[in-house]
C-alpha cells in the first residue's frame, strides 16, 4: 500500500518530493552504517561474522531504496529501530573491552540512526 505521496513520484519511480530534510539525514546515516557493514562483511568473508554483517549491509542499502520508492515507508521505521539497536548489544558482547574507533563510530550512527527513525515512525502515523 503506496502512501499518500504516491503521486509526487516522478518517471523513474521515484518518490522524493515527499521526502523531509530528516528522511534525508536518515538516508545519509544508513548509507554509512551500511557501507560499513559491507566493508566489514568483505573483510571477513566467508567467516558466519562476514556474512552477518554482509546481510546487515544489504539490508540496510535494500531499506534506502525502499524510503526513495515510497514503499511502505512507515513499517520500515517500525522495522529498522529493532534491526538497528539490536546490534549494539550483540556489538558490545563480541567485541568488548577491544571495540576500536570505526566500531565506535558505527554506533554512533546508529543511534542517531535510531532517533530519526522513531521520530518519523511517530510523524508518519
Do not use: C, E
Not at 540496510?60 to 524510503?67: E, K, N
Amino acid at each position: 500500500m503506496a502512501s499518500q505521496t504516491a503521486g509526487a513520484q516522478t518517471g523513474s519511480g521515484l518518490a522524493t518530493a515527499s521526502l523531509t530534510p530528516l528522511h534525508w539525514l536518515g538516508i545519509a546515516l544508513s548509507a554509512i552504517t551500511g557501507a560499513i557493514h559491507l566493508w566489514l562483511g568483505v573483510s571477513f568473508a566467508p567467516s558466519p561474522m562476514g556474512l552477518s554483517f554482509l546481510f546487515a549491509g544489504i539490508v540496510f542499502l535494500a531499506a534506502i531504496a525502499a524510503v526513495l520508492f515510497d514503499v511502505r515507508r512507515r513499517l520500515l521505521y517500525l522495522l529498522g529501530v529493532p534491526f538497528t539497536a539490536g546490534q549494539i548489544p550483540i556489538w558490545l558482547a563480541v567485541n568488548w573491552p577491544d571495540i576500536g574507533v570505526i566500531g565506535i563510530a558505527d554506533k554512533v550512527v546508529q543511534v542517531a540512526l535510531i532517533a530519526v527513525l522513531v521520530v518519523l515512525s511517530r510523524r508518519s502515523g
